[in-house]
């Protein structure tokens, strides 16, 4: 008895689970773009998710890597390179001729992001304001627990702060290439609906670090060995097999 509902219970979470995902596609879909900066190790993962929630993807680079280019590129993202300034500003004056769809979910691909946390974004664009900024502040010191808070919109300018995701309307990004780095998001547009938080990454002891460096390049090796990336043939460098 107790086997037959297991089996009713699971077969109720697919169905919702099937009407859920169909009712995210009839909605549409959304551009995800990442921010990068030497991040060749996580890139592959980190587009190949995207890819499972939107078939437009996009890679901005800050620096040029072109390993980095060869695997977002070769998993079916659109690379580009942003020289400048990189503020929230600077960043969207790039962005804003790129992304074309009504919705955009943009993303500091750094160690501080988790790839847990896309389909919350995901789920959450569709309801977003016009502009959703996360913001965090370079302290001396950060906190044991993760943890985030609302600001006032005129809290920090731009160039106070590094956005570690938004979501923003194409109206939204389109507001906030015309701002100044040195303006606050409150100077936005009255017409918009803005929402600031601020976010504060948890601290990673010297063996998550180092854990983590491992898992990248573990996922690195396993695309490269599953491609048969010339890189295979000829060897690693600092590498031994």
């Not at 921010?35 to 995207?50: F, P, W």
Request: aromatic letters at 8%; a negative charge; glycine letters at 4%.
């Amino acid at each position: 008895m107790a086997l037959v509902h297991t089996q009713g219970i699971r077969s109720n979470v697919v169905y919702s689970s099937e009407r859920f995902i169909a009712s995210i596609q009839r909605r549409g879909s959304v551009d995800i773009c990442y921010i990068v900066r030497n991040q060749a190790l996580r890139i592959g993962s980190a587009v190949t998710r995207a890819l499972e929630f939107t078939d437009s993807v996009f890679v901005i680079q800050l620096e040029e890597d072109e390993k980095e280019r060869y695997i977002a590129e070769k998993l079916g993202a659109i690379v580009y390179s942003h020289e400048g300034w990189t503020t929230a500003p600077d960043i969207a004056k790039t962005l804003q001729d790129i992304l074309q769809d009504t919705q955009s979910i943009i993303i500091s691909l750094d160690n501080d992001w988790r790839l847990s946390q896309l389909p919350a974004l995901y789920t959450s664009a569709r309801t977003a304001p016009d502009v959703l900024l996360a913001v965090k502040r370079q302290t001396e010191s950060q906190e044991d627990k993760a943890g985030s808070k609302i600001l006032e919109a005129d809290a920090y300018a731009y160039s106070e702060v590094t956005i570690q995701h938004s979501i923003c309307s194409k109206e939204g990004l389109a507001q906030i290439a015309l701002q100044d780095r040195n303006n606050t998001p409150g100077d936005l547009t009255r017409d918009l609906r803005v929402l600031v938080v601020e976010v504060t990454p948890k601290r990673q002891t010297t063996s998550q670090q180092s854990l983590t460096t491992i898992s990248g390049f573990s996922r690195l090796l396993y695309w490269m060995l599953e491609s048969r990336h010339p890189l295979i043939l000829f060897g690693i460098p600092g590498a031994l097999f």
